[in-house]
């Protein structure tokens, strides 16, 4: 996936995935599961749920996906777990991320927030 599109792929993947349509449903979630183990993907999510111009629906599902991948991938001793190079502009990010206005969205990236900070505060996180 080339970085210039990346953002367009997935957010298109992403209204595939929070569709109606049950086969195209499947298919974007194989897809989005293939990409969470790519660098940069969550910053591609970050950038997605952050940008208000973007349908409210695809910034849930990016939001969620981006909280399971914090499950997933946060922990230092992760399987194609997050860089730390990654999740030093992450941080940045979510920490921007606090007035969002969309209460559904700002539940979930109260958790992410709460779920990354349990592992990197205060070494990691000390701004926080």
Known sequence: MALFNAGQVV????GEA??????AIKQAEERLKEWEAEPGFY????NI?????VDVNIRWQAVLYFKNGVDRYWRKNAPNGITDEEKVG????????VSEPVNQIAVQLAVTVAKAARFDVPKDWPEL
């Open 11 to 14: 957010v298109a993947c992403l």
């Open 18 to 23: 929070a569709s109606q349509n049950p086969d």
């Open 43 to 46: 910053t591609t999510l970050l």
């Open 49 to 53: 749920f952050g940008d208000h111009g």
């Open 90 to 97: 992450l941080r940045a990010g979510l920490v921007k991320t």
